[in-house]
């Protein structure tokens, strides 16, 4: 996991005050050097965790700016394949603007997102069946297209485009095996270090 802290990003860019993620303007130069960070590192197949500051406060166009922007340059395999950002420690505020950001565009995004209390949720706009794979991944840690099929009573072909979505959405990571039934795509959630969810 690549951990990116945003407080010290926002020092780089000479914004004093990093609790306060606010503006379109701040938002563009925190971006630029959060890329810059991201290609150094180069983390490909492996989320990359964003460490919001302590009692931080985003506004819409701030989120517009860096997270959405970049999340944006995920779904496209900007930065490589395999990726997936967390947001670790949004506040109740920053993740309620985070959301209007999303709806106002009427972007079809989710974000992975670790509360400050340590829960884990999946906020943006996401399908209420999606919604449920993805819970049920994070209970058993790794599913393949059959399980889910077998567990959910779905058909093969619509367990596998569940599956596929939440991958295409940078939520959740894949590897896959050689089986006597040819190649088969084993589904993991992003490691969240302890988190629990809502």
Not at 122 to 138: A, H, P
Request: hydrophobic share 40%.
């Amino acid at each position: 996991m690549l951990d990116i802290n945003l407080g010290t990003i926002c020092s780089e860019v000479g914004i004093g005050n990093s609790a306060l993620l606010i503006t379109r303007e701040k938002g563009q130069k925190v971006y630029i050097e959060l890329v810059k960070h991201i290609q150094v590192s180069d983390p490909a197949n492996c989320p990359i965790r964003i460490i919001f500051p302590e009692n931080q406060l985003m506004d819409v166009s701030f989120a517009d700016e860096v997270v959405i922007r970049l999340q944006e340059g995920l779904n496209k395999d900007a930065f490589g394949e395999g990726q997936g950002i967390i947001l670790y420690g949004l506040g109740d505020d920053s993740i309620e603007n985070l959301t209007a950001a999303v709806k106002l565009q009427k972007l079809k995004i989710a974000f992975m997102v670790i509360k400050q209390t340590g829960q884990w949720d999946c906020i943006g706009q996401l399908e209420q069946n999606l919604r449920e794979t993805l819970d049920l991944l994070f209970k058993q840690g790794q599913l393949t297209a059959p399980d889910l099929a077998r567990q959910l009573g779905l058909a093969v072909n619509t367990a596998s485009t569940r599956l596929k979505r939440l991958y295409d959405m940078h939520l959740i990571r894949r590897d896959f095996e050689i089986t006597e039934n040819g190649l088969q795509y084993i589904y993991m959630f992003w490691p969240l270090e302890e988190s629990k969810h809502d």
